[in-house]
């Protein structure tokens, strides 16, 4: 009763929103995916720096070549997945604050100068871009199956360059009927919520 949003809406988005295993082999289309960052921009990031960066693998050259990084268990799932997705930390973000951030234009050079204060903040900002890329997936109707099971360095060398930091790997797509493990507990609000 406390939550405003549709329990249509809470349901796809969490109760019944699961971990993709597997998937059928509908496409996941360029529209959709557009209509999923087009929702998920808005979540909020530290001086908006929206550091999340996303590398969507759609040829077959390339899947192949990613499979290779990813671990043993998880190489099935990203070889059939219908779209495949490197998220990754944009150290450099700090270049596009002065257009994010437009009130404070000097937060790029007074807070973000040096590469090693912009890791730990862009690390942070880009994990809860991921996050809202996720429940992104979800609002679509899609499922998504994040993994972080793959050698960073190989997919950081193979993809990406010294600037962009791996954060995960994301399967995506319509999930097959087979798709689930059985559902894993989730801490209870008093195991997890402090009030001082
Ligand atoms: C950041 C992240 C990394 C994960 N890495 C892997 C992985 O490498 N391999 C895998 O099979 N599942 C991976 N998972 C899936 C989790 O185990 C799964 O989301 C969790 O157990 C909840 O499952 P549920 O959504 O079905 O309740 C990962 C999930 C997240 C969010």
């Not at 009130?103 to 204060?117: I, N």
Request: net charge negative.
């Amino acid at each position: 009763m406390s939550l405003v949003l549709d329990p249509t809406a809470q349901d796809l988005l969490f109760r019944e929103a699961r971990t993709a295993n597997t998937f059928t082999d509908e496409p996941v289309t360029e529209e959709q995916v557009q209509a999923i960052y087009d929702l998920v921009k808005y979540g909020p990031t530290a001086f908006n720096q929206s550091p999340l960066r996303i590398t969507l693998v759609r040829s077959a050259e390339a899947r192949e070549r990613l499979v290779q990084h990813m671990a043993e268990g998880n190489q099935p799932k990203t070889a059939t997945a219908p779209l495949v997705a490197i998220l990754s930390a944009d150290n450099e973000f700090h270049e596009e604050l002065p257009h994010l951030f437009p009130h404070f234009p000097q937060a790029k050079d007074v807070f973000f100068a040096e590469r090693p204060s912009r890791e730990g903040p862009a690390a942070m900002n880009a994990a809860l871009q991921a996050a809202y890329f996720i429940i992104g997936v979800r609002a679509a109707g899609l499922a998504a199956g994040p993994m972080t099971g793959f050698d960073f360095r190989g997919v950081q060398k193979e993809f990406l360059d010294d600037d962009h930091t791996p954060l995960m790997v994301v399967n995506i797509g319509r999930p097959a009927e087979d798709a689930w493990l059985p559902r894993l507990p989730r801490l209870t609000f008093d195991q997890v919520i402090t009030t001082v």
